[in-house]
Nanobody
């Protein structure tokens, strides 16, 4: 199973980016799919996730600014990030769990300048 993340880049504070995570396996059967991020010198943290039966969770720091969604037909998970802040700067990783096995994509770097 491969997860290919893309969409990172450099953006000014207040701007927007959309991350994409393309899966080589059907995401309609996924237990959970989501995004983590890791800033320099910090632990990896969960940003947003979608669960099997439709539940969605967000980190408190991104609620109201980020939206996770998925396109089951294309096997892509998106993370729309609006009103970006310098503290959102991090490497963003997509992850998915199928049948209790976790898979990770490579990180995509998001840099928000002040």
């Amino acid at each position: 199973v491969q997860l290919q993340a893309s969409g990172g880049g450099l953006v000014q504070a207040g701007g927007s980016l959309r991350l994409s995570c393309a899966a080589s396996r059907s995401i309609s059967s996924v237990d959970a799919v989501g995004w983590y991020r890791q800033a320099p010198g910090k632990q990896r943290e969960l940003v947003a996730a979608i669960y099997r039966y439709g539940g969605i969770s967000y980190a408190d720091s991104v609620k109201g600014r980020f939206t996770i969604s998925r396109d089951n037909a294309k096997n892509i998970v998106y993370l729309q990030m609006n009103s970006l802040k310098p503290e959102d700067t991090a490497a963003y990783f997509c992850t998915a769990r199928w049948y209790e096995e976790d898979y990770w994509g490579q990180g995509t770097l998001v840099t928000v300048s002040s």
